[in-house]
């Protein structure tokens, strides 16, 4: 079995020649740190061991080796940190067998970890908005636009759909206002 290369050169994620050394390896498990093009350590990478090959396609045999994990192994069965500390956490989680495998399974082949999420999650900020607020008499949206300053446009006509839909705000009537599209008024129930 080919055994993986303990430094090697490779241009991934198109940030130019880096060079990947082996920090740490074990039968289930490995560390690789990375380094730029001028020799600058950028982050640490810890994967499960993965076996491929070992098959014969089209009358050509290809020898069984340990693959390095690409690019969609990431935050499954491989995961790339800052930290020496972080990557030796993770590393002893994989070989120790903590994560999924279950109780009384033997440890003979590499196992996936499910890791704590740090930092938030994806997207934009959950944005705390004011309490909505409904004139009393019949309104449209120019009108609730201007009651309720936290709000846009659309974010406002989505909440007021919401109402509309659980029958809190019912539409009272629709007026011509000149060009254009009629005016939709609305009213509390």
């Given at each position: 079995m080919k055994l993986l290369e303990t430094e090697f050169v490779k241009n991934c994620d198109h940030r130019g020649d880096n060079t990947f050394k082996q920090v740490k390896l074990n039968e289930f498990a490995?560390?690789?740190?990375?380094?730029?093009?001028?020799g600058k350590p950028l982050e640490f990478e810890v994967f499960a061991i993965k076996e491929a090959g070992g098959t014969e396609i089209f009358g050509k045999f290809y020898e069984k080796y340990i693959q390095y994990p690409g690019a969609n192994a990431f935050g499954r069965t491989a995961w790339s940190v800052n930290s020496i500390q972080r990557a030796q956490q993770i590393f002893d989680e994989i070989t120790n067998g903590k994560g999924l495998r279950k109780q009384g399974q033997?440890?003979?082949?590499?196992?996936?970890?499910?890791?704590?999420?740090?930092?938030?999650?994806?997207?934009r900020p959950k944005v705390v908005r004011p309490e909505l607020v409904l004139p009393k008499k019949q309104f449209c949206?120019?009108?609730?636009?201007?009651?309720?300053?936290?709000?846009?446009?659309?974010?406002?006509y989505i909440d007021l759909m919401k109402l509309v839909k659980s029958n809190e705000v019912v539409e009272a009537e629709r007026k011509a206002m000149g060009r254009g599209r009629p005016v939709v008024f609305y009213k509390v129930k």
């Open positions: 490995a560390i690789y740190q990375r380094f730029d093009m001028e033997s440890a003979a082949k590499p196992i996936l970890v499910k890791l704590k999420k740090v930092g938030g999650g994806r997207g949206m120019k009108d609730l636009l201007a009651v309720n300053t936290g709000y846009s446009q659309p974010v406002l």
